[in-house]
């Protein structure tokens, strides 16, 4: 389950509206399937052909359109264009592994290129699609905060950084949440000083995500179960100090007065 979908075109209009270019194209192939009309034609033509897939929405023939551009023509300004443009047309095509690879090709021939801090955001966004639910492992979201945080910390003032910061909060909050689906499961086992810890996860690393007052609340709980009132009500002061206003804290506040 993602966190939630995002565009299909993520911010290309500048950058397809760059690299196209007035040519004719021939009659349409099926999607993923190359014309072989095309193979071996002037570099103009090949690539029209491409970028009149990607407009159709035949986004895997468009990327391997592209993908014969930079075979045919590997030294052309075409190559590098087609590299970038293949990237954006697999990630279309929600084949993310594909999307990350043809954009880290880019980036290893071209780093200084205008373009990178495009290539580092489709990278982050195909690893941000592959999220999983709280219920399955998180490897990929830490792969994709990572990608989000590299894009944010080289490019900072770009509008890619922006919407990255965004999604960075919510990869946070989707790996709180996973965190609290283990503290609650360790705390109906009646294994509470393993729940302990993994609401202390999320009280220290992600103690600005929405999951951070319940961490608290189910510490005070577990505490109290395992018979330390004293660090109950150390927890409960820390929650009505943060959060007053929370549902968690009047809980919390209802527990310790029962407890006495």
Known sequence: MKLFSVLRHPLPITIAAALTLSACAGKNAADGV???????????????FGKDSLDAGRYRQAAAIFDEVERQHPYSVWARRAQLMSAFSYYTAQEYQDSISAAQRFLSL????KNAPYAYYLIALSHYEQIEDVERDQQTTLRALNALTELTRRYPNTRYASDARLKIDLANDHLAGKEMTIGRFYQERQQYIAA???????????DTT???PEALHRMVESFLLLGIPEE?????????????????????????????
């Open 232 to 260: 109950a009500r150390r927890t409960a002061a820390v929650l009505g100090s943060n959060y007053p206003g929370s549902k968690w804290y009047e809980r919390s506040y209802k527990l310790i007065q029962k407890h006495g």
């Open 196 to 206: 302990i810890k993994r609401f202390e996860n999320v009280v220290e690393r992600y």
């Open 110 to 113: 071209h780093p200084g290129n």
């Open 210 to 212: 929405s999951h951070a």
């Open 34 to 48: 190359i014309d072989r009309k095309y193979v071996a034609r002037d570099v103009a033509t090949l690539y029209t």
